[in-house]
Nanobody, 120 residues
């Protein structure tokens, strides 16, 4: 199993910033897609941003211009810089890695989630 360790969540005021980090550990040889998803109470989980191994990024319309996703392939770590946070950004944020090559093959893995709360 691949372990995803998330950090950086917390409580901030509207307009503030947070930086989420997610480090994948285990016998990992490569990771194709890394990304962040979020789920608010009573709502479905939604994509926030993804980044491919080659650097291509994809963002939800609601976060474009405010969030920036990046990755450090050497560290198997993905980051999400969140600026100009809004109350509607409040959710549990989940780290995801897709097509991670390990000693057992290729897989898709999820983190446990970290709470981000934005107060108005």
């Amino acid at each position: 199993q691949v372990q995803l360790v998330e950090s950086g969540g917390g409580l901030v005021q509207a307009g503030g910033s947070l930086r989420l980090s997610c480090a994948a550990s285990g016998s990992i040889f490569s990771i194709n897609i890394m990304g962040w998803y979020r789920q608010a109470p009573g709502k479905q989980r939604e994509l926030v941003a993804t980044i491919a191994s080659g650097g291509s990024t994809n963002y939800a319309d609601s976060v474009k211009g405010r969030f920036t996703i990046s990755r450090d392939n050497a560290k198997n770590t993905v980051y999400l810089q969140m600026n100009s946070l809004k109350p509607e950004d409040t959710a549990v944020y989940y780290c995801n890695v897709d097509r991670a090559r390990t000693t057992t093959g290729w897989g898709n893995y999820w983190g446990q989630g970290t709470q981000v709360t934005v107060s108005s």
